[in-house]
């Protein structure tokens, strides 16, 4: 308790005036924000007796929550129990009627698309699979003896080796050598590559295996649509006719929990892994024309043109496959029923993840209302990843039109490290401001403020409110875009042996491509850290944006500088419109590589003769394209404040993050103090007008003269608010 009345107090120097020049309506909703804006809980499991469900629900408005995320009890007969259905409902009913917001969570544990284990009950064939790569090097000649890969044989052959290089086009067929789980051969001599491929079930070794709220379940494949569509009859329809009307009713949103392909392994299983079913082989004999079989070994092993272009075409049918056979599904059904789509994925912090679970993380991001993310701790230093998945959520939302963001705090890895609690709260508010910042802009919770009574909670939640209620809605008043080069990923992606670092990065894998997912890391930090407020965009945002008096404009987006890091691969539509960019004003950074593949040609003629023409401009004429051969990261920061000024300006920058959004035409700056000791700073606005500070640890506001030393304690935040 001490922790949140003590802590949590601001001193801003130099303000005159008083919140109500800024109109009182405004101004008390600020001090007493209304409930939608305070955080959520999780509650999975509701008392039967009405009386204990009320004062569940009152014990959560004292403490100052907006509301839930709930679910029919986890019943043995799920989905299946009217006695059940009847109480859900009663207690969701009484919720709404004290005006809290409720979320529909859309399973039995996680993650989602399961309907409990009733899906793969009755159509086990649908379980999720992979196609699994393993190649050997061995000398010969003489007797081999090596195990074979789990599940069916697609491929077993071998390559001969000429100065390390495996001869794809010389090849012996080694599949009538497998027996018993082993294959054994009589190589002739010199050196060979032993390269197999199967197809299995992804269980033992993936999330599925894992024991998750006490259940083992295996997954089906969210690949196929008609799982989707069995997975909405199972669940979705069944919460519409026990309501009795539409789910939109009762629900804000969904919350669907982790779906994904199933194909990142947690454990190292010594070979490779990409999600497959069988409808992916016919798709892409369907769309390319040959066969997919007959590709496997290029595809696995070939890091020149071909395997290249093969990589990419594999996972733009995964990246189709996953957003549209779930995410649309899913946002399609729920729009009839009047009710927004939200929740998080897995692993949103890791591009070496999302390849293999999504495809393109940022595609199925767009085919939800909310896109969201879950943050696995309330200690700050392990949440650095979440601030580029927070953004990434945000920008795929602003880039649909949306505003709102999800996140589920669940600090499962705090309980070992702080004596069986989560993080101290002022730490929690640290790893929540860092959220805020990224675009997050609601909070479905496992965090229970352990630490505090009721009226710290209220604090606490009064507090995240006020910051969110400020910065909700608009768009983020970004001038600088980077790229989100997944396609460049997909075709540095070979299968190669990886598994899940702690829960929000990726070890093994290829080197090219974790070089890739490093470097995408280590540009969105320096801005980051030197408060640049900047979006993502992919390769379909670039095609929808126009080019107006020199900038890249999407909708309300608008951009003065395009940051490329380390693109290889865009589409050519794409690349018109950054060449239309460049020579109309615009700004383009690439870092490490230039463009030189389309979707289709590996390399393109006429991506490259898009980079020359903007590397050496007409006579008379100054290049707007920059190619920095190295991320340096001093070089880069140096580089934007050359191209562009910066509208906020705070000093010092260490451990400060700043981010900007237009909301209702007016300029908001939320500033956040990220570190555990106060600090100084001084805040200079560039921008004329009036401004008011708003101060969301105490709820009031005061007039900010445009150039102004502010003090922040532990954690603290301000914002300043176009008057």
């Not at 594999?314 to 399609?332: A, G, L, T, V």
């Not at 190669?496 to 070890?507: I, K, M, Y």
């Not at 850290?529 to 107006?548: A, K, L, P, R």
Request: aromatic share 10%; glycine share 8%; with cysteine.
């Amino acid at each position: 308790m001490k922790l949140l009345l003590t802590g949590f107090c601001l001193s801003i120097v130099l303000f005159v005036g008083h919140a109500q020049t800024t109109g009182d309506s405004m101004a008390e909703k600020f001090r007493n924000p209304p409930l939608p804006y305070h955080m959520n809980l999780n509650v999975h499991r509701s008392p039967y007796e009405p009386e204990k469900q009320d004062a569940l629900l009152d014990s959560l408005l004292r403490c100052g929550y907006g509301g839930m995320a709930t679910n029919v009890n986890w019943t043995k007969d799920y989905l299946k129990n009217g006695e059940a259905f009847s109480s859900f409902f009663r207690f969701v009913r009484s919720a709404r009627n004290k005006g809290m917001e409720i979320w529909l969570y859309d399973e039995k544990g996680y993650p989602s698309g399961m309907a409990g284990g009733h899906i793969l009950s009755e159509h086990p064939e649908w379980e999720s699979e992979g196609l699994f790569f393993k190649d050997t090097v061995i000398t010969g000649p003489g007797e081999i003896c090596m195990q074979s890969l789990p599940g069916n044989p697609v491929i077993a052959v071998a390559l001969p080796q000429k100065s390390g290089v495996a001869q794809l086009n010389k090849s012996e067929d080694l599949r009538s050598h497998l027996k018993n789980s082993m294959l054994e051969w009589n190589a002739p001599g010199g050196k060979w590559k032993v390269v197999q491929v199967s197809s299995g079930t992804l269980y033992h070794g993936f999330q599925a295996g894992t024991n998750r709220a006490g259940e083992v379940l295996h997954y089906p494949s969210l690949l196929l649509p008609e799982v989707t569509n069995r997975f909405i009859e199972l669940t979705h329809k069944k919460y519409a006719k026990a309501s009795g009307g539409l789910l939109g009713d009762l629900f804000f949103s969904t919350f669907t929990d982790e779906p994904s392909s199933m194909a990142m392994p947690y454990n190292n299983l010594g070979y490779g892994v990409y999600p497959w079913k069988d409808n992916v082989s016919k798709e892409f004999k369907k769309r390319y024309g040959y066969s997919l079989e007959d590709r496997l070994v290029p595809l696995m092993l070939d890091s020149g043109s071909e395997g290249k272009k093969l990589r990419v075409q594999y996972f733009s049918i995964i990246s189709d496959f996953m957003s549209s056979n779930y995410f649309k599904k899913i946002k399609e059904y729920c729009h009839t029923q009047n009710m927004k789509t939200g929740g998080h994925l897995l692993v949103e912090e890791s591009m070496m993840a999302c390849a293999p679970l999504y495809g393109d993380i940022m595609s199925c991001f767009r085919q939800m209302d909310m896109p969201g993310i879950d943050v696995l701790t309330v200690m700050p230093d392990f949440t650095r990843r979440y601030m580029i998945s927070g953004r990434m959520a945000s920008s795929a939302a602003e880039l649909e039109g949306n505003s709102m963001v999800m996140s589920e705090v669940c600090p499962v890895p705090d309980y070992a490290i702080h004596s069986g609690k989560e993080a101290p709260t002022l730490h929690a508010k640290g790893v929540i401001n860092r959220q805020l910042v990224a675009g997050v802009t609601k909070f479905n919770n496992y965090m229970k403020l352990q630490h505090e009574n009721d009226a710290g909670k209220t604090a606490f939640n009064t507090y995240v409110a006020r910051v969110s209620m400020m910065t909700s809605g608009g768009v983020r008043a970004s001038r600088i875009a980077v790229y989100y080069p997944v396609e460049t990923l997909w075709s540095k992606y070979r299968p190669q042996p990886s598994s899940l670092r702690g829960w929000d990065d990726v070890q093994g894998g290829a080197d090219e491509a974790q070089q890739l997912d490093k470097l995408f890391v280590r540009v969105s930090n320096l801005l980051y850290e030197n408060q640049w407020e900047f979006s993502y965009i992919d390769n379909q945002g670039i095609c929808e944006s126009v080019v107006e008096n020199g900038k890249l404009s999407h909708g309300q987006l608008s951009w003065d500088v395009l940051i490329l890091p380390g693109v290889e691969t865009i589409s050519e539509e794409a690349m018109k419109r950054i060449s239309d960019f460049c020579n109309k004003g615009g700004k383009v950074i690439a870092i490490y590589a230039t463009p030189e593949n389309s979707f289709s040609a590996f390399p393109s003629p006429v991506i490259k003769k898009y980079v020359i023409d903007l590397l050496q401009p007409k006579p008379g004429k100054h290049s707007s394209f920059f190619f920095e051969k190295r991320f340096e990261p001093y070089g880069l920061d140096d580089l934007l404040n050359r191209l562009i000024e910066k509208e906020i300006v705070v000093f010092p920058k260490e451990n400060v993050f700043c981010s900007q959004k237009i909301v209702a035409g007016k300029n908001i700056y939320l500033i956040t103090n990220d570190n555990s000791h106060p600090k100084e700073l001084d805040v200079a606005i560039k921008k004329g007008g009036s401004w008011m500070c708003w101060n969301p640890q105490t709820g009031e506001a005061n007039r900010f003269l445009r150039n102004k030393k502010v003090h922040l304690g532990p954690f603290e935040s301000l914002i300043i608010r176009e008057d």
